[in-house]
Nanobody
C-alpha cells in the first residue's frame, strides 16, 4: 500500500519559517520525481516545487523562488520543503506528490497558515 504522509504544517507569523516533511512508503522512493503542491479554497492546486530523483535538479514557482527550498533524502524516503520568509499569501493546504511516468500518488495534505 502506497502512503505519502505530510507533517510539519501549522500556524506561523509573517516572516517566519516552517519545514514540511513527506514520508513515503510502499514505493521505490528514489525512482520518483517528488513535488510539493498547494491549494486554497476555490482555487486550483498549484505546483510549488519539484525535485528530481537524485535531488540534483530543482524547480520552483516564481512566487516562492529564493524563499522555499525542496530537498530529499532517498535513504529515508522523505522529501522536505523548507519555507522561509513566509507571507500571508503562502497560506494553503500543502500536498506532497510522487510521480513515475503515468503513476502519481498524493499525500493527505498539511495546513499551513501564515497570520499575525
Amino acid at each position: 500500500q502506497v502512503q505519502l504522509v505530510e507533517s510539519g504544517g501549522g500556524l506561523v507569523q509573517p516572516g517566519g519559517s516552517l519545514r514540511l516533511s513527506c514520508a513515503a512508503s510502499g514505493i521505490t522512493f528514489s525512482m520518483y520525481v517528488m513535488s510539493w503542491y498547494r491549494q486554497t479554497p476555490g482555487k486550483e492546486r498549484e505546483l510549488v516545487a519539484t525535485i528530481s530523483r537524485t535531488g540534483g535538479s530543482t524547480s520552483y514557482v516564481d512566487s516562492v523562488e529564493g524563499r522555499f527550498t525542496i530537498s530529499r533524502d532517498n535513504a529515508k524516503s522523505t522529501v522536505y520543503l523548507q519555507m522561509n520568509s513566509l507571507k500571508t499569501e503562502d497560506t494553503a493546504v500543502y500536498y506532497c506528490n510522487g510521480r513515475l511516468g503515468i503513476l502519481a500518488y498524493w499525500g493527505q495534505g498539511t495546513q499551513v497558515t501564515v497570520s499575525s
